[in-house]
């Protein structure tokens, strides 16, 4: 049973570009949870959804920064016009249903943006 | 709402001595808590976790924690540093809200010394 999955796990943009990360859950698993790392910080909660839900989007930027978990296929963490303060890591998390606490934390994807 | 704070963001031990990583937390619902370790450009792996039941819980690699609600502390330790526990650790608390998101302290890096 692979593990969460994110691609690409390294990614570098220009100012102004746009930037798609992508997140694979463990199979099995409907929830997915955004975390973004920045240098020496800890993680912090961005977004949560289920597959085409939004639940808690609290955690993300209001402008700029997008997510989808469609019904079929991975979720994506869309990041538009990046600029530099958006250099991070950013992990996803997976979680079988809404009963569990425990996630599932992927490898991350850094991206540095010129 | 809930949070977390890691106490000493960098500590330092010898090879072979203890280990004491602290962690409190602020919680207005019962809490479920965790520490992942992180090594070098990886994702979190967890550590151990805490949600009902016996409040001193056994992780992997050695390490243990103490649930303590009158204090509300979550502290971790390992009896025995080894070179390999050098990493960046993370205490989390995660509540339900009707899914689980979850809330990091800022990490300890711990040192382990020849």
């Known amino acids: 049973n692979a593990g969460v999955m994110q691609n690409p796990r390294h990614l570098v943009r220009r100012r102004g570009q746009e930037a798609r990360l992508r997140c694979s859950p463990m199979?099995?698993?409907?929830?997915v949870y955004w975390y973004r790392q920045l240098p020496e910080e800890g993680l912090k909660f961005m977004v949560y959804?289920?597959?085409?839900?939004?639940?808690?989007e609290s955690g993300m930027p209001k402008e700029r920064f997008s997510a989808e978990f469609p019904k079929e296929g991975p979720s994506i963490l869309r990041i538009q016009q990046v600029v530099r303060g958006d250099s991070a890591a950013y992990f996803c998390?997976?979680?079988?249903?809404?009963?569990?606490?425990?996630?599932?934390f992927g490898p991350g994807t850094r991206l540095t943006v010129l | 709402a809930q949070s977390v704070t890691q106490l000493g963001s960098h500590v330092s031990v010898s090879e072979g001595a203890l280990v004491l990583l602290r962690c409190n937390y602020s919680?207005?619902?019962?809490?479920?808590l965790f520490w992942y370790v992180q090594y070098p450009n990886q994702g979190l792996q967890l550590l151990l976790k805490?949600?009902?039941?016996?409040?001193l819980v056994k992780g992997i690699n050695g390490f243990e924690a103490e649930f303590k609600k009158s204090e509300t502390s979550f502290h971790l330790t390992k009896p025995s540093a080894h070179m390999s526990d050098a990493a960046e650790y993370f205490c989390?608390?995660?509540?339900?809200?009707?899914?689980?998101?979850?809330?990091f302290g800022a990490g300890t890096r711990l040192f382990v010394k020849a």
């Open positions: 998390a997976s979680s079988p249903d809404s009963r569990r606490a425990e996630q599932f």
């Open positions: 199979k099995g698993h409907s929830h």
């Open positions: 959804l289920q597959k085409e839900n939004i639940i808690d």
């Open positions: 919680s207005s619902v019962p809490p479920y």
């Open positions: 805490y949600t009902t039941g016996a409040t």
């Open positions: 989390a608390v995660s509540v339900d809200t009707g899914g689980f998101k979850t809330i």
